[in-house]
């Protein structure tokens, strides 16, 4: 199962902004792509994604030389290799590169390249991208994390506060929480036209409307929730998503809406208040990357009472896992392939964290393309739970009726854990 070719390209992502797709070939004919997927709010500790910057050619956003590193130096290092053997690919491309963070040949390019071989090799040997990947031991479905709201940098800041999210915590299957959710996206679009907002629809397809503050987006939700006929705090609770690194100057964090400043310990406050108030089940980036710090202390008020994850703070990165866990500064993990740039240091992230006694979420990007592979990852690893964006838009709902197919393709083997993940961190 030799690669026979390599060969990459320019599509583009959800943001109508450029990203490379490759396609690998091997000896039998058998073909694997790849998509790579980037994000708009994003860690200065992530993997470095490779862009032209030139800025007469899509903003300065074209991957011309990405795909020129894939169709030249990689392509002429990989044909031959056998597409089975996954680690030794993706070593060999760590190797190539070179450096420490991806910036010689990029992320985008080298998980390009991962990805396809990952494809291709679970079509050459006759099994599902998941199997493959999970040498035949995934059989969880994910809980997801479904956004309802979205704000911050993925809607202009129109709020602070990136994403309000959705965990049906008494779904009986993963079905079931994709009904329950339609119900309160739903019945979320009705009341904002009821109440005369602004409304369209963020990067990631939660909607996108005008509140006077942060608290006004939970206090709707959980109206939402009442008006499609569950009950807040024990059918379905919150997630937020604060990407406080967006919202720290080095000294304070800032709010727009209201305009607010606030210390380390004054947000942390804030947080532990707001989780207190309303009937919030997990917290993502509450602090700055920076605030090391300030994660232990809010760890220590807030561990056992939500689920506390790490996105900017670890970036997919194992080094970077293993200073949370000495710090007890969360509690579970976001994995994303493209912070960190291939799929066995992807894998390796999330067995760090289940390892460890944590909690990975697999995740996709604000600017995503049509690919599923996060799908097969989530379930491949049983990681437990899955954040891809909201209920609406093609490479959302793309992600969400694969993971559909895959529950068929599992059959009898399928599980699904429900919010019962939650108890391996919380004392509930």
């Known amino acids: 199962m030799k690669i026979q070719s390599v060969d990459a390209y320019q599509i583009f992502d959800s943001r109508g902004n450029p990203t490379v797709e490759c396609v690998i ?40 030389n ?20 996954q680690e030794a690919l993706d070593a060999r491309l760590i190797e190539l590169d070179g450096s420490q963070n991806k910036s010689r040949l990029g992320a985008n390019t080298v998980l390009a390249v991962s990805l396809a071989a990952a494809d291709a090799a679970s079509k050459a040997t006759g099994r599902a991208l998941y199997e493959y990947l999970g040498n035949g031991q995934g059989s969880l479905l994910p809980l997801p994390e479904i956004q309802i709201i979205g704000g911050g940098a993925h809607a202009h800041w129109r709020v602070d506060i990136q994403d309000f999210l959705l965990v049906v915590m ?5 079905e079931d929480s994709l009904k329950v959710t339609y119900d309160i996206y739903q019945k979320a679009g009705d009341l904002l036209v009821q109440q005369g907002r602004a409304m369209g629809v963020a990067d990631e397809g939660g909607y996108w409307p005008l509140f006077e503050t942060n608290t006004a987006v939970l206090d709707f939700l959980v109206d939402a929730i009442d008006a499609a006929g569950y009950v807040a705090g024990r059918d379905c609770m919150i997630s937020l998503d604060f990407a406080a690194s967006d919202l720290y100057d080095g000294e304070c964090y800032r709010f727009r809406v209201p305009d607010g400043r606030f210390t380390s310990d004054e947000f942390i406050d804030l947080v532990t208040d707001w989780c207190h108030r309303y009937p919030i089940i997990s917290i993502e980036d509450p602090l700055a990357d920076s605030d090391w710090t300030g994660w232990t202390r809010l760890s220590g008020r807030l561990h056992d009472r939500v689920q506390i994850v790490g996105d900017d703070l670890f970036t997919t990165n194992p080094q970077r896992i293993h200073k949370g866990l000495e710090n007890n500064a969360a509690n579970a993990v976001l994995i994303k392939p493209n912070q960190i740039g291939t799929v066995t240091e992807t894998i390796a992230a999330i067995e760090l964290t289940k390892r460890n006694g944590w909690l990975p979420i697999v995740s996709a990007r604000s600017g995503e393309t049509e690919d599923t592979f996060i799908a097969h990852l989530a379930v491949a690893t049983n990681a437990g739970q899955i954040k891809v964006g909201s209920f609406a838009r093609g490479e959302r709902m793309a992600k969400w009726n694969e993971l559909i197919r895959i529950g068929r393709a599992l059959g009898n083997r399928a599980r699904f854990e429900g919010a019962r993940i939650y108890d391996r961190i919380l004392h509930r």
């Open 25 to 64: 070939t091997g000896a039998s004919g058998v073909t694997g792509v790849g998509r790579v997927p980037s994000g708009a709010s994003t860690g200065q500790y992530e993997a470095l994604e490779l862009r032209d910057e030139d800025p007469l050619r899509f903003g300065g956003r074209s991957v011309t």
């Open 66 to 85: 990405a795909i020129e590193h894939i169709n030249g130096e990689i392509a002429a290092a990989m044909i031959g290799s056998d597409m089975r053997n």
């Open 170 to 174: 008494n779904a009986v299957s993963y």
